[in-house]
């Protein structure tokens, strides 16, 4: 339990099933916040949606295994409850489920959710193992939760789109909304891994989305997809990444691959590099040129 917290918390499935019917007493709708802790403003706009919308705000915290390989950083990744749960309080969030991995993933769990569609490619790549464990771990919380909505950022974009076939596939009757991507205010991305940047390589990182930018902005001035993405190849290794996983222009719906020429419908631009042994992706919107 959390006796000193400054917010409600809960941290079995019985207890969150009791305060959220609670919550439901009079009527108001429940906005669910799933995150791994480690708060930064861009978890908390996604609380900010939800509490905008005049619903009760739900968050969860918790650090999933199941989206983890072997070889990645599950025990380094940071853990910062009280700070997350103080930061909560502080915008009005009305509970916070805290559930353990054994909570989540009882002795005998022997089931997990298969993903294709828009978890092919991209992220896929270097992390064959991620959607599979995202999705099992976000479907049990719906679950768990029973939301009206649930809010998820679109700096993972991907994810987003992952999230909302598998409430369609899996029929759960969830509104899905997206949060615009929070940014530093030389535009980089925000996310918990920026923490682990050099000062050398922090510098570096606020390039990239200059990077893209420009490139959007080439793409909406009727420039080919081959040409810009040539473009931001050459950028990206001209501001000092390490190493680039992925730059793509990709169709911003099911995030097909585009012919080469210049746009014909609604795009995504999405990167994925690693500076300074730290993995960084970013994305933005795109529309053809009228």
């Known amino acids: 339990m959390q006796p000193d917290s400054p917010v409600r918390v809960v941290e079995t499935r019985a207890a969150l099933r009791a305060a959220v019917a609670e919550l439901r007493a009079d009527g108001a709708e429940i906005g669910f916040v799933p995150t791994m802790g480690a708060l930064h403003e861009g978890h908390l706009s996604l609380v900010r949606i939800a509490k905008e919308r005049g619903a009760r705000a739900v968050a969860s915290i918790f650090v999933n295994p199941a989206q983890f390989a072997a070889h990645e950083d599950l025990d380094n990744y940071p853990r910062t409850l009280p700070g997350d749960l103080a930061a909560l309080a502080d915008l009005g969030c009305d509970l916070v489920y805290v559930p353990s991995a054994v909570e989540m993933y009882p002795e005998g769990f022997a089931t997990s959710v298969a993903m294709r569609g828009v978890a092919a490619g991209l992220e896929s790549e270097a992390r064959p193992h991620f959607f599979g464990g995202v999705a099992t771990v976000v479907l049990k919380l719906l679950n768990q939760v029973r939301p009206d909505f649930a809010v998820f ?99 911003a719906e099911t995030l097909e691959p585009l012919d080469p020429g210049p746009l014909d419908r609604e795009a995504r631009v999405l990167a994925a590099v690693r500076v300074g042994g730290v993995r960084l992706i970013d994305n933005m919107g795109a529309t053809p040129a009228e």
């Not at 949060?179 to 570096?204: C, F, I, Y």
């Not at 390490?242 to 169709?251: N, P, Q, S």
């Open 153 to 251: 950022g679109e700096k993972d974009y991907q994810q987003l789109l992952v999230v909302r076939q598998l409430v369609r596939d899996f029929d759960l009757g969830i509104e899905i909304v997206g949060g615009p991507t929070a940014r530093e205010a030389d535009g980089l991305a925000m996310s918990s891994r920026n923490v682990k940047l050099s000062p050398e390589g922090r510098d570096v990182a606020g390039k990239i989305n200059g990077v893209l930018a420009f490139m959007v902005e080439r793409l909406e001035a009727g420039e080919s997809v081959e040409s810009a993405l040539a473009f931001a190849v050459d950028a990206l290794s001209m501001a000092g990444v390490d190493a680039i996983d992925y730059v793509e222009v990709r169709c």
